[in-house]
């Protein structure tokens, strides 16, 4: 079975803190996506990678950075948090020639 | 633009009772479709997908069919249970992207 991890279920920041959510896959997959998840908006895209060093911009990319130094692993960096990121935050991988998305279990971020 | 557009819940429904959640899409070309699930705590797991036209996705007994001609795929159920209670997302791939609708809860009472 594909496990995709998140590092943390819940996180409290403050605003202006600088913060990292962090996701690994163990199914040497290609692809790693972040989506955040709003009541009343569903998934957006925030940035997508498909392979090690590379990263796309996704539909709502400001105030997010990423980065993909391994193939298996894939952070979230919000630089400065502001309230209106609080949100559940998650992390997808697949293959690259495949069409299903893997998903891990979310990070709920209050940013207060 | 592509984009996907279910209907709004929360669903309440008592046990065996029949289940329809609506589906409509939006898209360049010819995308695939899907619906995941997420039960609560969790993240999104693939219910069923269908990749052209007229094909019918299922799985756990959920249904959806691929309608090129309505843009639609709506997903069906005969007899829910207590234990499909979660949020479902319907979701269209145009190859690079993924487009979800706003999910729809359902909560199945006994």
């Known amino acids: 079975d594909v496990k995709v991890t998140q590092s943390s279920r819940y996180l409290v920041k403050r605003t202006g803190e600088k913060v990292f959510l962090e996701c690994v896959q163990d199914?040497?997959?290609?692809?790693m996506f972040w989506y955040r998840q709003d009541p009343g908006l569903g998934l957006r895209l925030i940035y997508f990678?498909?392979?090690?060093?590379?990263?796309e911009k996704g539909d709502i990319p400001e105030g997010y950075s990423v980065s993909r130094e391994k193939k298996e692993r894939f952070s979230l960096i919000l630089e400065s948090a502001s309230t209106n990121q609080t949100s559940m935050y998650l992390c997808?991988?697949?293959?690259?020639?495949?069409?299903?998305?893997?998903f891990g279990p979310g990070t709920r971020l209050l940013v207060l | 633009g592509n984009s996907v557009t279910q209907m709004e819940g929360p669903v309440t429904l008592s046990e065996e009772a029949f289940l329809t959640i609506n589906c409509t899409y939006t898209?360049?070309?010819?995308?695939?479709l899907f619906w995941y699930v997420q039960y609560p705590g969790e993240g999104l797991q693939l219910l069923l997908k269908?990749?052209?036209?007229?094909d019918k996705g299922s799985n756990k007994g959920f249904e959806a069919t691929y309608r090129k001609e309505t843009t639609s795929f709506h997903l069906e159920k005969g007899s829910v249970q207590v234990s499909d209670s979660a949020v479902y997302f319907c979701?269209?791939?145009?190859?690079?992207?993924?487009?979800f609708g706003t999910g729809t809860s359902l909560t199945v009472i006994p």
């Open positions: 898209a360049t070309g010819y995308p695939s």
């Open positions: 990678s498909y392979d090690v060093k590379m990263k």
């Open positions: 199914m040497d997959h290609e692809n």
């Open positions: 269908a990749t052209k036209a007229d």
């Open positions: 997808a991988s697949r293959e690259a020639a495949a069409e299903t998305q893997y």
């Open positions: 979701a269209l791939n145009t190859g690079n992207q993924f487009y």
